[in-house]
């Protein structure tokens, strides 16, 4: 029985070393709360024109997909085809946060802006890199784009 007993605990150890343990949390107000500090000053960055600053902001896996010439040149025209920004509301938002040996923390923000121009919905997709959140996808949903 002694025999028994110390081969399950010798089994026990060696599944605990092979196995992943992780946790999850959705929608925590505090991750919402760093990504909102992220999206506000990118909207501050793109109304003064400084797209160098709102380069710091994104993520180096935004940065494998488009290069940063290529997102000014987005934000830009972004702002021209809009028009200057008048007001936002965060309509929805959702987060995730994994927790243990493969931790990960990811965030989504839905804006409804008003521009002097048209309205759009602005989604801001964020992930936690380098204990920071960073902006890793950026969707502009308007019908400037269909004119």
């Known amino acids: 029985m002694k025999n028994l007993f110390l081969g399950l605990m010798a089994l026990s150890c060696l599944l605990l ?3 992943r343990l992780n946790g999850t949390t959705i929608n925590e107000e505090y991750i919402k ?18 797209y160098t600053e709102a380069d710091k902001l994104f993520s180096a896996q935004f940065f494998k997909v488009i290069n940063k010439g ?14 200057g920004f008048k007001s936002r509301v965060l309509s929805d938002w959702g ?3 994994v927790v243990g040996t493969n931790p990960a923390t990811e965030c989504k923000l839905v804006y409804t802006s008003g521009y002097t121009k048209y309205n759009a919905v602005e989604t801001i997709s964020l992930i936690k890199e380098g204990g920071e959140m960073k902006i890793v996808g950026y969707h502009v949903d308007s019908d400037a784009y269909l004119k």
């Open 17 to 19: 070393v092979n196995c």
């Open 33 to 50: 709360e760093d990504a909102v500090k992220v999206s506000d000053k990118l909207y501050g960055y793109i109304e003064k024109d400084n």
């Open 70 to 83: 290529s997102l000014h040149v987005f934000l830009k025209k972004n702002k021209e085809l809009l028009g």
């Open 95 to 97: 987060s995730r946060n």
